[in-house]
Nanobody, 128 residues
Framework: QVQLVESGGGLVQPGGSLTLSCAAS????????IGWFRQAPGKEREGVSC????????YYADSVKGRFTFSRDNAKNTVYLQMNGLKPEDTAVYYC?????????????????????WGQGTQVTVSS
């Protein structure tokens, strides 16, 4: 059974950092593209970052480039999203997801429509 579980969210002051984790079970994360998405209150879900398998293409939303970094720990079957320089506009519920494809697809730019498997989400709040 495919399952994704996010953790690491919380309350942080502007300019602070958080690292989100996404632990997978039922499949091997390293074989597939994984996306991070977020949804703020009253807004549509948007793609934050997507990394393909191996040397495939990767993407960051313009709003997070230079501040957020995706990484994988294959031994733990876990991916991470390191978030630095957090801003109040980064406040949202963050999700990891996969469509069990090896490459990131255009679905990333449509809020992950077509992604089949989602975690439960973790709340990130950036506020002073």
């Amino acid at each position: 059974q495919v399952q994704l579980v996010e953790s690491g969210g919380g309350l942080v002051q502007p300019g602070g950092s958080l690292t989100l984790s996404c632990a997978a079970s039922g499949f091997t994360l390293d074989y597939y593209a994984i996306g991070w998405f977020r949804q703020a209150p009253g807004k549509e879900r948007e793609g934050v970052s997507c990394f393909s398998r191996g040397d495939g293409p990767s993407y960051y939303a313009d709003s997070v480039k230079g501040r957020f970094t995706f990484s994988r720990d294959n031994a733990k079957n876990t991916v991470y999203l390191q978030m630095n320089g957090l801003k109040p506009e980064d406040t949202a519920v963050y999700y990891c997801a996969t469509e069990l494809a090896t490459l990131c697809t255009g679905s990333f730019y449509y809020g992950g429509r077509g992604y089949d498997y989602w975690g439960q989400g973790t709340q990130v709040t950036v506020s002073s």
